[in-house]
């Protein structure tokens, strides 16, 4: 029996872009784990796009074994984010789920280097940055309200609006 098509939440309508991204928060010594495509200049957090059929927390247990080659375990959803942006011509729209992942297996650690590298349509580096608000506004980590939020992790989920970089906390809900 073969296996069904996958598909990922993903509507391009150019000018128009909507996405379902899950995304999570590993830390280490002080560090949070971030990747980019080599050609970007900017950091995001490790995750990808969900999958018709499939749960945030599937889609995050997936991404990390598909990108990190580790399996992960979720503590706890932090934020769900709609996020209103500019991305190479479009109008962006995404929506995104964003947890506290622990990692039990080892991974590679360094302070400034590239750890970790995939091939997932375009090359994608993993490496860790320091987990404080100017470290991560200055190596250009999106969204920046992360960066805002980095040192006071909510206790409770949150839902985030954000609009070309401006964050507004729209509605503070508990986890069920």
């Known amino acids: 029996m073969s296996e069904p098509d996958r598909h990922m939440i993903r509507i391009d309508r ?18 949070l784990l971030a ?14 796009r969900a999958e018709i059929g499939e749960s945030s927390q599937e889609t995050i247990l997936r991404e990390m074994r598909e990108e990190l080659h580790r ?8 934020w769900t984010v ?11 729209h995404e ?6 992942l622990s990692m039990d297996e080892d991974f590679p650690f360094h302070e400034t280097d590239i750890v970790h590298r995939i091939v997932d349509g375009l090359e994608v580096e993993f490496r860790w940055l320091r987990a404080t608000p100017s470290a ?35 509605e503070t809900e508990t986890e069920a």
């Open 14 to 31: 150019k000018p128009q872009l909507f996405s379902f991204r899950v995304a999570g928060l590993i830390f280490r010594d002080g560090y």
């Open 35 to 48: 990747q980019r495509a080599v050609k970007d200049d900017y950091w995001a957090l490790p995750g990808g």
């Open 71 to 78: 399996d992960v375990r979720i503590e706890r959803l932090l």
């Open 82 to 92: 709609e996020s209103f942006f500019a991305y190479q011509g479009y109008a962006a």
């Open 95 to 100: 929506l995104g789920f964003y947890y506290l």
């Open 136 to 170: 991560l506004v200055g190596d250009r980590l999106k969204p920046q309200f992360i960066a805002d939020h980095i040192d006071r992790l909510p206790a409770a989920v949150q839902h985030v609006v954000i609009r070309e970089g401006v964050s507004r906390q729209a």
